[in-house]
C-alpha cells in the first residue's frame, strides 16, 4: 500500500483528491494520512468526503476512514465501473474539485459514465464551470479523453445547489500532451454572470473587463448570462485562445461590498498577467494536468506560467505512483518548464 502524508507542500484536499485519482486509475492501494493536518478545520470536509464516496461507487473501491473531518483513509481500489451516478454535496463545496477526482480514473472505465453532482459552481478556492469547460476539457481532448459538461443549475456560497452533468466515454489510453508554446492570439472569449441579482451588475462586470482588456491593446468578446441560483452571486470567467491550442484562463468572483467594476478588472488583470508570461498553460491548469500526463502513454511536456505550490506538491504525490519521470525547469521571468514521461494505465 502507497503511504502518502497529506500534510505535505500545501497540504490541502488536493492531496487527497489526486491521490485517490491515482490510486484508482493505476489499480493501487493508498493510504492518506495527516489529511489537511494545517487548516483551521483539519480532515475532510463534505466536498473531500464526496469525492471519496463517489469514486469508491465508482471504482468499487473498499475505504476506511470516508467520516467527515477523518484525518486519514485507506483506499483499496477494485474495477472502474462507470454508469449512472448522483452525488449531492449537501454544501457550497466546489463541484468541479469533486471531479478533479474522479476524471482520472473514469477514463479507463468499463463503459460510459454519465454524472450528475450538486453543490457550489462558482466558489472561491476552485475552478468555476467555465474554467473546466472552456480550458481544461480541450486540452485533455487531446490527449483523446472524453468528455462533456452542462451546467443544468449555478451554486453560490454559502447555499450551494448547482448542478453540473457530466458525460465521460472511457479512452483505454491517453495521449502525451505537447504545450511548449503556444502561436498568435485568436481571441479572448469569456461569460459574465448575475445569479438573483439585476443583469446591470453581469454587464458591468463585462464591460470592465473588456476596457481593461482594451486598455492592454485587446479586443474581447465577454458575455453576459442572468441565472436562478439559492442563493444571490456573481463571477466572470475569462480565456484567451491561441493558434496553437494553448488556452489561459482567468475569472474572478463577486462578494459583498465588492463592485462589478472591480470584478472584472480583476479577472482582466489576472488574465493579461497569463497573457504576458508569454506561457502556454496558466499556473493553474498545469497542475491539474499533471495526472494526466503520468497516466499517458509517451512524453508530455508543457510551458507553465509558474510553478506553484500546488504543482509542486502533485508532482512529489505523482512521484509515490511512478518513480524519476520528471523534468522540471524553472526559466527566468518564472516560467517554468514541466516534461514527463506518463507512465501508461496501469503501468
Known amino acids: 500500500m502507497i503511504e502518502i502524508d497529506g500534510s505535505h507542500g500545501e497540504g490541502g484536499g488536493a492531496i487527497l483528491r489526486n491521490a485517490i485519482a491515482l490510486s484508482a486509475a493505476f489499480g493501487e492501494p493508498a493510504r492518506v494520512f495527516n489529511i489537511r493536518k494545517g487548516r483551521k478545520e483539519p480532515g475532510l470536509k463534505l466536498q473531500h468526503l464526496t469525492a471519496v464516496k463517489a469514486l469508491q461507487e465508482i471504482a468499487g473501491a473498499k475505504v476506511r476512514g470516508a467520516e467527515k473531518g477523518s484525518q486519514e483513509i485507506s483506499f483499496g481500489p477494485g474495477k472502474i465501473a462507470g454508469g449512472k451516478h448522483r452525488f449531492d454535496i449537501g454544501s457550497a463545496g466546489s463541484v468541479t474539485l469533486v471531479l478533479q477526482a474522479l476524471m482520472p480514473a473514469l477514463a479507463f472505465a468499463e463503459k460510459e459514465t454519465e454524472l450528475e453532482i450538486v453543490g457550489g459552481t462558482h466558489v472561491n478556492w476552485s475552478p468555476p464551470f467555465e474554467y473546466l469547460k472552456e480550458v481544461l476539457l480541450p486540452q485533455l481532448r487531446k490527449m483523446g479523453y472524453r468528455c462533456e459538461v452542462e451546467l443544468l443549475r449555478h451554486g453560490f456560497y454559502p447555499k450551494g445547489g448547482g448542478i453540473v452533468r457530466a458525460e465521460i466515454e472511457p479512452c483505454g489510453r491517453l495521449n502525451p500532451l505537447k504545450l511548449a508554446g503556444r502561436g498568435e492570439l485568436a481571441g479572448i472569449e469569456g461569460v459574465s454572470i448575475s445569479a438573483n441579482l439585476p443583469e446591470h451588475i453581469a454587464k458591468r462586470q463585462a464591460h470592465a473587463a473588456?476596457?481593461?482588456?482594451?486598455?492592454?491593446?485587446?479586443?474581447?468578446?465577454?458575455?453576459?448570462?442572468?441565472?436562478?441560483?439559492?442563493?444571490?452571486?456573481?463571477?466572470?470567467?475569462?480565456?484567451?485562445?491561441?493558434?496553437?491550442?494553448?488556452?489561459?484562463?482567468?475569472?474572478?468572483?463577486?462578494?459583498?461590498?465588492?463592485?462589478?467594476?472591480?470584478?472584472?478588472?480583476?479577472?482582466?488583470?489576472?488574465?493579461?498577467?497569463?497573457?504576458?508570461?508569454?506561457?502556454?498553460?496558466?499556473?493553474?491548469?498545469?497542475?491539474?494536468?499533471?495526472?494526466?500526463?503520468?497516466?499517458?502513454e509517451g512524453r508530455s511536456e508543457i510551458l507553465a506560467s509558474r510553478l506553484t505550490g500546488h504543482a509542486k506538491t502533485n508532482a512529489w504525490l505523482i512521484g509515490h505512483f511512478i518513480k524519476n519521470r520528471f523534468e522540471i525547469e524553472e526559466k527566468p521571468g518564472g516560467t517554468a518548464r514541466i516534461a514527463m514521461e506518463g507512465a501508461g494505465h496501469g503501468a
Do not use: F, N
Not at 219 to 226: A, D, K, M, N
Open 210 to 296: 473588456a476596457a481593461a482588456l482594451v486598455k492592454a491593446g485587446h479586443e474581447s468578446r465577454i458575455g453576459t448570462r442572468v441565472a436562478q441560483a439559492d442563493c444571490p452571486g456573481t463571477a466572470i470567467a475569462l480565456w484567451a485562445k491561441y493558434s496553437s491550442g494553448a488556452i489561459l484562463g482567468a475569472g474572478s468572483l463577486g462578494e459583498i461590498g465588492k463592485k462589478a467594476e472591480k470584478v472584472g478588472e480583476e479577472a482582466a488583470g489576472k488574465l493579461l498577467k497569463e497573457m504576458e508570461s508569454g506561457a502556454a498553460v496558466d499556473e493553474h491548469l498545469a497542475d491539474q494536468l499533471l495526472v494526466y500526463m503520468a497516466l499517458a
